[in-house]
């Protein structure tokens, strides 16, 4: 199975900073199957962004995803206070679906 | 607005089932991929399976749990199930069930324990 491994574990950020996550594959990811998810503690975890860099609906332009093969990014450009959370990238076009360790974005 | 929610038992005693519905609203079950997903405490998601029912309900395990797995479909309620057969301690997780890669339910708990 496909191993992502996410870095920093823990980001500490003030509001309006720029975050940059990191997801890495230990083989390379077939047909743009890499999305990201934000969960928050009593939600639904939510998608952020699916095909390496689509937006989901109603997601701000302050969040993109980029990268291919193995390396893959998520930047949020300005933090807004509603953006500190755990942020979760899953590979989804080999069996098993498979997910990162997470990067918990923090208050600094 | 396509919708997803988790019911089933929060306690279920080991060596026992787990058996969660799911609830799909705003939009009909057939023609997509339906996934169940957990998390133990402190721990990352891990994925369980899921099922096309618009392929004869084709369905796919994670090769770790693939034993004790089983993923249903009842179409006339909208509705697609999970049973996790003989649970021990480290099943114990929030459940998800989702549209994979869209769309996540709320979770429910489940705790294994006598």
């Known amino acids: 199975e496909i191993v992502l491994t996410q870095s920093p574990g823990t980001l500490s950020l003030s509001p309006g900073e720029r975050a940059t996550l990191s997801c890495r594959a230990s083989?390379?990811?077939?047909?743009?199957?890499l999305a990201w998810s934000q969960h928050k503690p009593g939600q639904a975890p939510r998608v952020i962004i699916h095909?390496?860099?689509s937006r989901a609906a109603g997601i701000p332009d302050r969040f993109s995803g980029s990268g291919s093969g193995t390396d893959f990014t998520l930047t949020i450009s300005g933090l807004e206070p509603e953006d500190f959370a755990v942020y979760y990238c899953?590979?989804?076009?080999?069996?098993?679906?498979?997910f990162g360790g997470g990067t918990k974005v923090e208050i600094k | 607005q396509v919708q997803l929610q988790e019911s089933g038992p929060g306690l279920v005693r080991p060596s026992e089932t787990l058996s969660l519905t799911c609830t799909v609203s705003?939009?009909?079950?057939?023609?997509?991929?339906w996934s169940w997903i957990r998390q133990p405490p402190g721990k990352r998601p891990e994925f369980i399976g899921y099922?096309?029912?618009?392929?004869?309900?084709?369905?796919d395990y994670n090769p770790s749990l693939k034993s004790r797995v089983t993923i249903s479909v009842d179409t006339s309620k909208n509705q697609f199930s999970l049973k996790l057969t003989s649970v021990t301690a480290a099943d114990t997780a929030v459940y998800y069930c989702?549209?994979?890669?869209?769309?996540w339910g709320q979770g429910t708990l489940v705790t294994v324990s006598s």
């Open positions: 989702a549209m994979v890669p869209s769309l």
């Open positions: 705003g939009d009909s079950i057939s023609g997509r991929y």
């Open positions: 099922i096309y029912h618009s392929d004869r309900g084709r369905t």
């Open positions: 083989q390379s990811i077939s047909a743009n199957s």
């Open positions: 095909g390496v860099s």
């Open positions: 899953q590979q989804h076009g080999n069996s098993p679906v498979t």
